[in-house]
């Protein structure tokens, strides 16, 4: 039954829900730049109607609460998105720096590469001066001179590229323990969270979870799997299990075959983690698959052209009239046992400019056949099939591709990365725009953006066909 | 209606196309249809350009090859941020229709109730 006091009521509720309001609303502005909060709105909830006589009369509002203006969906995305955009930002560095060993002109003695291009053609060109006068001492020296330098240039990139290796392998290392500490956080603020919100969102620490999964995901690449009790569940990306409500699996790691492997539960996850994205998947992907890829090509090359080069230098003459045997090899360079680790092993050990065969076998010391057939090693398809220059220059073109693709992958990541945060920021931060405008920006930019990509293809398909009489596909 | 003039600044090809990637990332809509704009003077150009011109079209299209192909992907990325969003809202929708047929169906119980109460 209703009374006077009922009455009053409704209006001291009004009263208390509006201040209550305040306070959410005074709690977002203080948090403002507080990294991870996310604002909170006050729930009102409808009291139960008071009966005065026959007529029902409303008894106002309770404030209830705050619930936090989060949408998980939007947050995983997002953290999907980092992930994607970490493992390639880092793979990305990685790359720049292996790409910055080749390229031209950045050459000096000082360089670790060199410019192993010009090498090449100094080194078998100096052969071909040779030719001119194969007795010439100056002229052989020349020969040994560039050998040393395009040895050296070729052994400096290999070591360069095997300390890249050993300080990625050291930087990923360190990533463990840094995920190690994230998960642990995870698990403690999971049992928080289902001891105080079970049913509810849990506003701070829910903040505080969403923090550390954000710091998570630029590390490695996780799943999300939301539990009774508000609790989380995380896995990597290929299911193996780092948190359990609340507990957490430790990644370890071991020494194997030299590099850092990566153990969850007694399991190497190493190739998984590799797959998965973040930090860790950036500077995996760099220490077992482009830095072990250049320095394949390079001990390719640096076989091919010692093997090659030693081989016709024995089938001739030096000044001397001698011919190199099993037992007294001429060898200009160190006879490279396997192709593995032939360019770091790379050197020059002739010493003595005299055992250069410029004449071919019984050909007397005057004659140069030999010098010109090791100059026109320079055209031979001496490395597996390709003549040296061009086997070079193509590995040099394919990791400027793969470098070229890793930063379009990296440019679109992080532009979706941003605007997933513009959306979230619409939605979750202390903002002034609504969701509606946020959605609304979106597909207004992305309409507008289609009609200028269909437009520039069209323009540029006509010019390029325009300009070059080509046929553009 | 009166033709848009074209920009007073030429800007090559692979700035436009480095701006349209840029003004996407930021979901920068109003200038992405000013981009749109110029893009639409530029194309209604095409057939009058000199043998001069097209040619240097056609260097400027080379160079912005690579930047079309970040837009290409920027352009998908945002398209499947826009399916994330648009399954996010409609996932909300289909909350509050539940929501609502939750609360008929307890008001059409309550009804019945007291239907039956009246009648009785």
């Not at chain 1, 390229?103 to 003695?109: E, I, K, L, N």
């Not at chain 2, 040619?55 to 080379?62: D, I, N, P, S, V």
Request: with cysteine.
């Amino acid at each position: 039954m209703g009374t006077i006091s009922s009455a009053l009521s409704i209006a001291t509720g009004a009263l208390d829900a509006d201040q209550e309001g305040l306070n959410v609303v005074a709690n977002n502005v203080a948090n403002a730049n507080t990294p991870g909060y996310t604002e909170e709105k006050p729930d009102w909830q409808e009291n139960a109607p008071i009966t005065v006589g026959k007529v029902q009369v409303g008894d106002g509002v309770t404030e209830t609460g705050a619930t936090s203006q989060r949408d998980r969906v939007l947050e995983r995305r997002l953290d999907q998105q980092q992930q994607l955009a970490s493992a390639s930002s880092t793979r990305l560095t990685a790359l720049n720096d292996i790409q910055a060993l080749f390229t031209p002109d950045s050459g000096s003695s000082s360089s670790t590469a060199g410019d192993i291009g010009s090498d090449i053609t100094s080194f078998f060109d100096s052969f071909s001066s040779l030719e001119t006068n194969a007795t010439n001492n100056a002229l052989r020296e020349q020969v040994l001179s560039s050998a040393s330098t395009l040895a050296g240039d070729i052994s400096g990139a290999a070591s360069s590229l095997n300390a890249q290796s050993a300080a990625i392998d050291q930087e990923a290392s360190g990533v463990a323990s840094q995920v190690n500490s994230l998960t642990s956080a995870i698990a403690q603020l999971n049992l928080e969270i289902e001891s105080s919100s079970p049913d509810a969102d849990a506003g701070t620490l829910e903040d505080q979870r969403q923090l550390d999964l954000s710091k998570l995901s630029q590390l490695i690449g996780i799943n999300q799997v939301t539990t009774e009790n508000n609790g989380l569940s995380i896995t990597t990306t290929w299911g193996q299990l780092l948190v359990s409500e609340g507990q957490c699996m430790q990644l370890t790691t071991g020494t194997v075959n030299g590099v850092t492997d990566f153990f969850l539960g007694g399991t190497d996850i190493t190739l998984q983690l590799a797959a998965g994205g973040g930090q860790l998947g950036g500077y995996l992907t760099a220490r077992d698959v482009d830095i072990p890829g250049a320095l394949a090509s390079l001990d390719q090359l640096a076989y091919s052209i010692s093997t090659s080069v030693n081989a016709q230098n024995n089938s001739g003459t030096d000044l001397t009239g001698a011919t190199g045997t099993v037992a007294n090899p001429l060898n200009i360079f160190n006879e490279p046992a396997q192709v593995a680790g032939s360019a770091a092993a790379m050197k020059v050990t002739m010493t003595d400019p005299s055992q250069i065969a410029a004449a071919a076998a019984g050909g007397g010391t005057g004659d140069n056949s030999n010098a010109v057939a090791m100059a026109n090693l320079a055209s031979g398809l001496i490395v597996n099939g390709q003549t040296t220059i061009n086997y070079y220059s193509n590995f040099v073109s394919t990791l400027g591709a793969t470098v070229s693709e890793v930063q379009t992958e990296n440019t679109a990541q992080n532009a979706s990365v941003t605007q997933l945060q513009t959306e979230n920021n619409a939605l979750s931060s202390v903002n002034l725009n609504d969701e509606a405008s946020a959605m609304s920006m979106l597909e207004n930019s992305y309409q507008a953006a289609s009609q200028v990509f269909t437009l520039l293809n069209t323009i540029m398909a006509a010019a390029l066909n325009l300009g070059d009489q080509t046929a553009v596909a | 209606m009166a033709e848009l003039e074209a920009p007073a600044a030429n800007p090559e090809l692979k700035e436009l196309v480095v701006e349209a990637s840029r003004a996407l990332a930021l979901l920068d809509a109003p200038r992405l249809e000013e981009l749109a704009v110029s893009c639409e003077a530029l194309n209604r150009n095409l057939d009058s350009m000199d043998v001069g011109e097209k040619r240097e079209l056609a260097r400027q299209a080379r160079e912005a090859q690579a930047d079309m192909s970040v837009l290409r992907r920027v352009l998908q990325v945002t398209s499947a941020n826009r399916n994330v969003m648009r399954r996010l809202r409609e996932m909300r929708e289909r909350r509050l229709e539940y929501d609502e047929r939750m609360i008929r169906e307890a008001a059409g119980g309550g009804a019945e109730a007291e239907d039956a109460d009246g009648h009785n």
